[in-house]
């Protein structure tokens, strides 16, 4: 994923999202909930007043945190690609971090497409070091599309990259129907049974509201009973869980 492929409205109306409902609503928050959270959100500095929302932690496909991001929301800082990764270091130790994620979707052309030995090589230059400083490390976030990419990739990385610390195994999905979302994760659980699992993007592809509610509905409550899911994050965040108007419709009631 690429924040380039949100308009300025829906960008906004992210940011507007979690802030109302950490107004209007008095729950716990999920340590395992999450949001992609785009990065280049303006909004008015009271939007980050309030608390009761669900949500625990975000990240942006980007090193730095969300402007305005509301307290008490944990953001995890990620290495898209291969730009800017002698920096990476040095960024995550001086925020702080304690969780950081490595390559988005490299096993795709479209994203930042990186053959799995090179992964390696970047990730021992740019990453590995900071498993030193205490910093738990999330793999590569790779798709759920089949070999040679997808999970075939992921074990290709990890082959190439001896001695590597990955604390977590990161996923992508995207499709139709909670059960095959779920015999997805459960895949994936069962070629890397000794790793957590964190799916930082995943969403029902059909537009219909019934089916988005009901994928929704099974999906979380199927991922918050599993003890190797250890976070997840809704991806069609902005756009599923608003109305026409902007205002929180029931999905976002019910994610967030």
């Excluded at 906004?12 to 340590?31: D, E, I, K, V």
């Excluded at 988005?212 to 979380?220: C, G, H, K, N, T």
């Excluded at 869980?241 to 029931?250: E, I, Q, T, W, Y």
Aim: charged residues 15%; proline residues 6%; glycine residues 8%.
């Amino acid at each position: 994923m690429t924040t380039s492929s949100f308009n300025f409205k829906t960008l906004s109306n992210t940011l507007f999202l979690l802030s109302a409902l950490c107004a209007s609503f008095a729950q716990a928050a999920n340590p395992k909930r999450g949001m992609a959270f785009p990065l280049d959100l303006t909004q008015p500095g009271d939007a980050a007043k309030g608390a009761g929302t669900q949500i625990s932690w975000e990240y942006d496909w980007n090193v730095n945190a969300p402007p305005n991001l509301p307290a008490g929301i944990e953001h995890v800082p990620m290495q898209w690609g291969r730009d800017g990764i002698d920096g990476f270091q040095g960024a995550v130790k001086g925020m702080g971090a304690k969780v950081a994620l490595g390559f988005n979707e490299p096993d795709i052309p479209e994203q930042s497409n990186i053959p799995a030995a090179e992964a390696a090589t970047l990730w021992k230059q740019g990453i590995q070091p900071l498993a030193a400083a205490g910093v738990k490390l999330g793999s590569p976030a790779v798709s759920a599309r089949v070999a040679p990419a997808g999970t075939q990739w992921l074990k290709d990385f990890i082959a190439a990259c001896d001695g590597c610390t990955i604390d977590f195994i990161v996923v992508h999905w995207y499709g139709e129907g909670a059960d095959n979302f779920i015999s997805f994760v459960q895949d994936v659980h069962s070629q890397f049974p000794n790793k957590p699992i964190w799916i930082t993007e995943f969403a029902e592809s059909r537009a219909d509201t019934g089916l988005v509610q009901a994928f929704l509905d099974q999906a979380i409550n199927w991922l918050d009973g599993q003890d190797f899911v250890e976070r997840y994050s809704w991806f069609a965040f902005s756009v599923n869980l608003l109305d026409a108007n902007g205002n929180v419709n029931d999905l976002g009631k019910a994610y967030v």
